[in-house]
């Protein structure tokens, strides 16, 4: 969490460096960037600091409920941070159970290489793409308004996002990969994905760079732990043993 805070701390003094000096013009790509890179780093951050619930196991499902509620009624309300944060909330607990209830390394693997070509596909020639040409409020009951500092701008990340994001967190965790690596360089995927949406302007599916980065940071762990599970399996050893 330190790593993170300090990132932000130093993306957000460079923002108001370059505001201060006046070479950010104010519908400018870098302006937007990094204004967008401030709010997508603060809502990784903030999805990592909760990994710890993963404890909960089973309550992780109460407490997804409860965030849902929240962020209705806040929505409903126009309370705009409420609802994000509880959105954020109700995804991280929703991917953590989900990787509570993953029994294999093969499964992970499977999630993994499947989102890639689901949200491609979501994007350009499904859901989302209807979602998003249709113009609704649909838009907002599937992702998190993101805090943008220093730009006119809005900027929004899908919930599924931060499922997978946490998912895959969750993950590292429990299979002993690397945690904190792992959050920094997925967080690191968000803003790539976006510097190429900003640059292209157009929208871009966030999951694939998500999961190339996951894996990536821990091929190697992966594939050993994957070579593990036999032994594992004739062993008797329950996964359980294995989750905090």
Known sequence: MLIFIGIIAATAGALVAFLAAGSLAPDSNSRLMISFALGLT???????????????RHL?????????????????????PVESLAKIIFATSVGLWLAIMLSSISQVLLIAALIIFVDIWSVFLGPTKKMV???????????????????????RLGVSDIIFFSLFLGCALIWRLRRTLTALTMTLS???????????????????LLS??????????????????????????????RTP
């Open 212 to 241: 190339v980065f996951f894996l990536l940071t821990n091929g190697d762990l992966l594939y050993h732990r994957f070579l593990e599970e036999p032994d594992e399996r004739r062993g008797g050893r329950n996964r359980r043993d």
């Open 42 to 56: 603060s809502a990784c951050a903030l999805s990592s600091a909760l990994v710890q619930l993963i404890k909960l």
């Open 133 to 155: 040409e249709s113009g609704g409020r649909w838009i907002e009951y599937f992702t998190i308004n993101l805090p943008v500092f220093g730009a006119d701008a809005a900027s």
């Open 190 to 208: 968000f803003v790539a994905t976006m510097v190429i949406g900003v640059s292209l302007d157009i929208g871009v599916p966030a999951l694939p």
């Open 60 to 80: 992780l499902l109460l407490l997804a409920v409860s965030s849902l509620l929240v962020a209705a009624g806040s929505l409903a309300l126009g309370w705009t």
